[in-house]
């Protein structure tokens, strides 16, 4: 009988919490492997990548065990692992990496060129990432494991800051990943579209990189009033289609000098039908004169529900024309997160960072996931992390 469970991927618009295999040091093709770890799942947490998944738009077949976003305890490691021991508390990046390939050694984990035989990068319970097995469960296997694992300095430290540590596995990377690649420095005038949690942990990275103003835009009135609260200047997208004038009212210019793109491929307009190309097209638009644009969020090679045949395929109608007029820069693509989670980790050890409050980072079982997976997609200003254990809500 198996001891573990995992969230899995039933069809559009669904998910369910079943008895999955026990993990095993193999490889998603089973040969076994002596450089992996089993983690005890401490957190795990609903990501809105994953949801791109579950409402169906995304090739993803039913059966796949969801959840990139993983916080553990070492209960098992491989004869070839040497730098980590059993109960040591880690940070597991979503990025699955080798550490030997050209792209890992140049720190670009987003694109391991071995762990994934379809395409560059790999990640846990993703579609089209390699197989590998997702931690939205009791217990996962780590492969890589000295590679890819960060782990704490202390483990009762660590336990008593795991509501912020569990955000290092992928959102507060992925936001600063954004905000860095978006020229942020000190005194920078930053706009972020999108209030979820990476749009959020885009703002609190814009912050801590040292801007001066940071805006966030959204149509969701709950996220924008706490985006207010944590501090942030909302920008409430549903009160006009003229975004350049709404900066323009909260900082005097019709420009920003980083824009951060926290939304994707699902992208709505103004008219409330999906526009996939329209966070670009704005970005581009009100981004200043060789500034740059940050894309953190998530767009797709294929998009079963897309709107038209185009976007089907990952063909937007972006007006590219005007960002290479203005001499833009873009950054796109899957986080390198080993580039900063040790800096990160630093950043919330030192009461530096309170990703969690600003997150609103929301614990609750692994058995409630199919309702945190319903309540994060209606638009609740909340990060749901899942306890597989119980352990957490002491």
């Excluded at 692992?81 to 979503?94: N, R, T, Y």
């Excluded at 846990?124 to 694992?149: E, H, K, S, T």
């Excluded at 749009?199 to 009033?225: P, Q």
Aim: contains cysteine.
């Amino acid at each position: 009988m198996t001891t573990n469970k995992g969230v899995v991927y039933i069809g559009p618009g669904k998910v369910e919490v079943q008895d999955i295999e026990d993990a095993k040091l193999q490889a998603p093709d089973g040969r076994k492997i002596g450089h992996g770890v089993i983690l005890k799942v401490i957190s795990t947490n609903i990501c809105g990548s994953d949801q791109h998944m579950v409402r169906g738009r995304t090739t993803a077949a039913p059966g796949l065990v969801l959840g990139h976003e993983i916080t553990g305890q070492v209960i098992e490691k491989g004869a070839d692992v040497e730098m980590l021991q059993v109960g040591d508390i880690v940070s597991v990046p979503f990025n699955v990496a080798c550490g030997r390939c050209r792209c890992c050694r140049e720190q670009d984990t987003g694109v391991c060129l071995t762990v994934n035989p379809s395409r560059a990068g790999g990640a846990y319970g993703y579609v089209d990432m390699g197989g590998w097995i997702g931690g939205q469960a009791r217990y996962v296997m780590v492969p890589y494991a000295d590679f890819n694992l960060l782990k704490f300095p202390d483990r009762d430290q660590a336990l008593s800051k795991i509501r912020d540590l569990t955000m290092l596995s992928d959102i507060l990377p992925t936001g600063f990943h954004g905000a860095y690649k978006a020229g942020v420095g000190v005194g920078s005038i930053v706009y972020v579209a999108g209030a979820g949690p990476v749009g959020l942990a885009a703002a609190a990275s814009a912050r801590i990189l040292g801007a001066a103003v940071v805006m966030i835009g959204d149509f969701n009135k709950e996220r924008l009033d706490h985006a207010a609260r944590v501090g942030f200047e909302p920008v409430d997208l549903s009160k006009g289609d003229n975004l350049p004038e709404m900066i323009a009212q909260i900082t005097g210019s019709p420009e920003v000098d980083a824009a951060i793109d926290a939304v994707g491929f699902e992208a709505r307009g103004y008219s409330g039908g999906e526009q996939p190309a329209i966070v670009l097209n704005q970005m581009m638009q009100i981004t200043r004169p060789a500034g740059s644009v940050g894309i953190p969020g998530l767009y797709v090679t294929e998009d079963p529900g897309a709107v038209d045949d185009a976007a089907k395929f990952g063909s937007l109608s972006m007006r590219f024309g005007l960002g290479w007029a203005k001499a833009q820069s873009f950054h796109t693509g899957q986080t390198p997160v080993l580039r900063y989670n040790r800096q990160l980790m630093q950043a919330i050890l030192h009461d530096r960072l309170p990703i969690a409050d600003i997150v609103n980072a929301t614990i609750i079982p692994l058995d409630q996931a199919a309702a945190g997976y319903e309540s994060f997609d209606s638009g609740v200003a909340k990060k749901f992390v899942l306890d597989p254990h119980g352990e957490l809500a002491a």
